[in-house]
């Protein structure tokens, strides 16, 4: 099976792909790199001849609200336009939970505007919507403030480790379209806080974090659900401590 993946060469495309060839299958990375540029549509109908699926795992190079909302709105009516030209069966996309219930954030805003796209177009699909990656946790920890006390919300969150995220979109590729979302977590669930607490104690991080049922996430507010999915979510199997003891460090 022919599947292109956009954005191969980000942090999902790049362990996506080779897990897709793994399998047997023919697993093209399309990215501005290679010669494929979805903003522009450079490339698109050669990459996609003869493929079966397309998985988007690409991101804005800015999360600027106008030029993120540019970016997954124009992308993803190009990518859909050359798929339904070139007879692809699955179009996959990677979201993030929550991103409905955080309207105030222009890169949510974005990510709902793509998700409605894909729904009301004419490629069948499986959104994925992802929880946060453990690799992002320090960019978290970043948005709590400058000095040693971090201010981070008491909302929960339940991350996943970036392996998971491409071996479930290795499943999903492979499957028969479900033309609905579907939600990726991880197995443990805690506070945003006390995670970045117990991501900020593996890196030796010695910054305070202070709970604060009031604080923004990346300015953002929070209900109670958080950055959690809701029930049933596919459950990546790593847990914060095997990720941070691969990636070296002290938990």
């Keep these: 099976m ?8 980000g942090l999902i495309g790049k362990k996506l792909i080779p897990r897709l060839q793994e399998r047997g299958h023919e697993a093209v990375s399309a990215s501005p790199s290679s010669g494929v540029n979805s903003l522009t549509g450079e490339g698109l109908a050669e990459a996609f001849a003869g493929a079966q699926v397309v998985v988007d ?11 993120v909302m540019e970016f997954f709105d124009t992308s993803t009516r190009n ?8 007879g692809v ?20 805003r974005a990510k709902v505007n793509q998700e409605k ?15 946060q990656f453990f690799e992002f946790l320090g960019g978290i920890a970043g948005s709590g403030g400058d000095g040693d006390t971090l201010r981070l919300p008491t909302a929960p969150m339940q991350p996943l480790a970036a392996d ?27 506070s945003i806080a006390d995670f970045v607490r117990k991501f900020l104690a593996a890196s030796g ?24 999915p809701g029930a049933n979510p596919r459950l990546g199997p790593t847990q914060f401590s095997e990720w941070a003891a691969r990636a070296g460090l002290q938990a």
């Design 89 to 108: 069966g699955l179009h996959v996309a990677l979201s993030v939970v929550g991103a409905d219930r955080m309207p105030d954030s222009g890169y949510m």
């Design 205 to 228: 991080d010695t910054r305070t974090v202070v709970a604060d049922p009031e604080a923004r996430y990346f300015g953002a507010p929070l209900d109670d659900r958080g950055l959690a």
């Design 117 to 131: 796209l894909i729904e009301s177009g004419k490629v069948p699909f499986t959104i994925v919507r992802a929880t």
């Design 164 to 190: 998971d995220v491409a071996s479930a979109l290795a499943d999903i590729a492979v499957e028969e379209p479900l033309n609905k979302m579907v939600e990726l977590a991880g197995p443990e669930a805690l």
């Design 79 to 86: 990518l859909l336009a050359a798929e339904a030209a070139a």
């Design 2 to 9: 022919k599947i292109v993946v956009i954005g191969g060469s």
């Design 57 to 67: 795992v690409s991101n804005s190079p800015s999360w600027a609200d106008e030029a």
